[in-house]
C-alpha cells in the first residue's frame, strides 16, 4: 500500500507529458484499449513523435531528423524538419521509406519566408520510415527534413493517425 502511494506521489510531480507518458506505460503493460489520437506531437530536442488524444499520450516513438535539425526549416536544401503546426494530408504507400504521410509544410508564413530569402521553401517533408531494402534502424539524425521512425512504429502511425490529422513539430 505505502509503494503504490509513493508510486502516486512520483507520477503527480511529474511535467503533464512524463505524467502522460507514464500511464500510457502502464496501459500498455496491462493490455489496455487506447482511444485514436487526434493530434501528432513532435518534440524535436527530445527526437520523440507522441500520437497525442487531448493531452493524453497514446504512443510514443523515437525519430531521427533532418540532418540539421536545430531551428525552423528555411529553405530547400537545409537539412532542417520544420517547426510549428500543420497537417497530415497525404499518405503513399508505394514510399521509399517503408510507408510515408505527408506534412502540410511548406504553409503561406513559410513560403513567404523562404521567397524573402531568395529561396525556395522546400517541401515534402514526410513522416516515414526506414529507407527500403535497408536492414535495420538507422542512427542519428539522417534524414533531408523528414521524420523517420522503424518501420513498425510507422506501421503502427499509419494504422492509428487519419488522413487531415493536425501535427504539432516543436524545438
Do not use: F
Request: glycine share 10%; hydrophobic share 40%.
Amino acid at each position: 500500500m505505502r509503494l503504490c502511494a509513493v508510486v502516486a506521489v512520483a507520477v503527480v510531480a511529474l511535467s503533464p507529458i512524463a505524467r502522460a507518458r507514464a500511464d500510457v506505460d502502464v496501459a500498455l503493460v496491462r493490455g489496455a484499449a487506447v482511444s485514436p489520437p487526434d493530434r501528432v506531437l513532435v518534440l524535436k530536442t527530445e527526437r520523440r513523435l507522441m500520437l497525442m488524444r487531448g493531452d493524453t499520450v497514446v504512443r510514443s516513438y523515437r525519430v531521427a531528423l533532418g540532418r540539421n535539425p536545430h531551428g525552423h526549416k528555411q529553405y530547400s536544401g537545409d537539412g532542417r524538419t520544420p517547426e510549428g503546426s500543420y497537417t497530415l494530408d497525404g499518405r503513399n504507400p508505394a514510399s521509399q521509406y517503408h510507408l510515408s504521410m505527408r506534412v502540410s509544410y511548406p504553409n503561406a508564413y513559410d513560403a513567404a519566408r523562404a521567397n524573402s530569402l531568395g529561396a525556395h521553401p522546400g517541401g515534402q517533408i514526410m513522416i516515414h520510415g526506414q529507407p527500403n531494402g535497408y536492414a535495420g534502424l538507422r542512427r542519428g539524425d539522417w534524414t533531408e527534413g523528414c521524420i523517420a521512425v522503424s518501420n513498425r512504429a510507422m506501421e503502427e502511425i499509419w494504422a492509428s493517425v487519419a488522413q487531415g490529422t493536425r501535427i504539432e513539430i516543436l524545438p
